[in-house]
């Protein structure tokens, strides 16, 4: 795939998208209109890229044309259409992917919890990783079953010790029972673990919150 997300770079994909247009005029089929979006998207054009996932899903609704189209939807923050896309993706061909996408809007944009558990539940069904767990136990502690929402991230971290966000679920999940002790301790792995920058940020405020030096551990 050509890479061209920089204004200065996109001399290749304008050369790309006019050499896919020349390949749909020749051969209309979905997958050339699936990679003339990605470029699309690429270049920041999302309004084409929608375009050609909609002509994609026309010629061929059992493809991967509809569960594209709901990750560029999400992406613009269409988040009906997107849940509207996944539902039908899953329909076609049910996965793991289908699945914890469409529950992960369901969790962090519509803040439908029942649905987002229901969808990381199928989700793990089918490939039982720590993510979807983790996932899970965020959607179940914001809808305040904290003891699942618990054994949740128990269960991501003995899957996966070495990624943040389960400690993270694990702490916030701690904070709210009230075992502060053992929720310091979480954040402290959360931090130690792989996690994003921005996270750890949140998570050392939270320390200093709760009286917490970071440092001494005190």
């Not at 996944?86 to 029942?114: C, M, W």
């Not at 029972?177 to 939270?206: F, H, M, T």
Request: aromatic share 8%; with cysteine; hydrophobic share 45%.
């Amino acid at each position: 795939m050509i890479v061209c997300c920089q204004r200065s770079e996109a001399q290749p994909c304008l050369r790309a998208i006019s050499d896919f247009g020349e390949v749909i005029r020749l051969q209309p089929i979905a997958r050339n209109y699936l990679s003339r979006a990605k470029i699309w998207e690429q270049m920041g054009n999302w309004n084409s890229a929608l375009a050609d996932y909609n002509a994609a899903v026309e010629l061929d609704r059992g493809s991967d044309a509809i569960h594209q189209r709901a990750l560029a939807r999400s992406a613009q923050g269409d988040f009906v259409g997107a849940i509207t896309d996944f539902t039908e993706a899953i329909r076609h061909k049910p996965s793991a992917a289908s699945f914890s996408e469409r529950g992960f809007v369901q969790l962090f944009k519509s803040g439908n919890y029942d649905a987002a558990i229901a969808d990381f539940t199928e989700a793990i069904r089918f490939a039982p990783a720590a993510m979807f767990f983790s996932f899970r136990a965020r959607a179940r502690l914001n809808q305040g079953d904290l003891a699942s929402a618990l054994a949740d991230a128990d269960e991501a971290i003995a899957k996966e010790g070495i990624i943040g966000n389960p400690h993270k679920v694990r702490a916030d999940t701690l904070i709210k029972l009230g075992r502060r002790d053992e929720a310091v301790s979480a954040y402290r792995s959360a931090l130690n673990a792989s996690i994003s920058p921005q996270v750890k940020s949140d998570i050392r405020n939270l320390l200093r919150q709760l009286g917490i030096d970071e440092q001494s551990g005190e």
